[in-house]
Every structure is written in C-alpha cells, then in structure tokens.
C-alpha cells in the first residue's frame, strides 16, 4: 500500500506531542521498553539514543502503523482519520485494532461512531491513564475533524 506522505507528517505531530522524546531508554507506565517516541520493537533499558536516529525510528514505525490501518480499512480514509487511527495503532497495536469495534464501526461506514470509539481505550494494564485520556481526545477530534486539503 501506498504511504500517504500528509497524514504521515499529522500523525508525526501528534505521536512527538503525546510521546515525547526520550534520550534514554525507559519503560512506559506498564513496564514496556521504549525508545525515543514511544519506540517498543527495539528498545533496550538505558540505551542511549540520538535525536536523528529517533527521528528514523518515528518516521518508519508511523510508515508501519499506517500500513496497518489501510490493510484492514475497507472504507476511504481522509487525512485527518489516517493519522489519527496511525497513532491509535501505534499505542495500541494491530491485534487490538484489527479486532476493535472502533474498525467494525468503520468498515460498516460509521465514520463518527468510530472515532468516538477512541475515547474508550484509555486503559493501561488495567489501569485509566490521564495521559491517554488527553491523547484519546485529541486522536478522536483529529479524526472527526475534516481535511484542510482534499477529500
């Protein structure tokens, strides 16, 4: 599938806002190992990290997720859905989303009450994080928002 370049740059935007750049390998608040933006495929504890190569793993895992996305989506896609659903993926991986009532809703063409899907998912570990409440928000007002260019 063909990577749409725009929808790549919001999801950038929005995955650098909520995940932060990190130097130094951590773990995430359920004890995942994360690298730089939210890196998981990779990242080893205390390893440090440069901000180009950061910017690499970014730009190639947000790549990933929106394959992902487009290989399930049986409906056309704006840019705004693209990089909000991009983001949802990359927190969330693609078992989750593959198997959500948020793609069913989608593939049935209930656009809205799909990204209002994205307010459920607030849960890590069992637990309700604040941080993905505010992420959630701002990945289902994206989504509902209309492009600023194109269909």
Known sequence: MKVRTAAVGISIAVLALFEGYRQIDYSDPVGIPTACFGHTETASLGTQRDLAGCENL????????????????KVPLNDNQLAALTSFVYNVGEGAYRDSTLLKKLNAGDYEGACKELSRWVFADGQKLRGLERRRAQEMKLCLSPPLFGP
């Not at 895992?61 to 394959?67: F, I, K, N, P, S």
């Open 58 to 73: 970014l730009i190639n895992d947000v790549r990933e997720r929106q394959t992902i996305v487009l290989k399930y989506a």
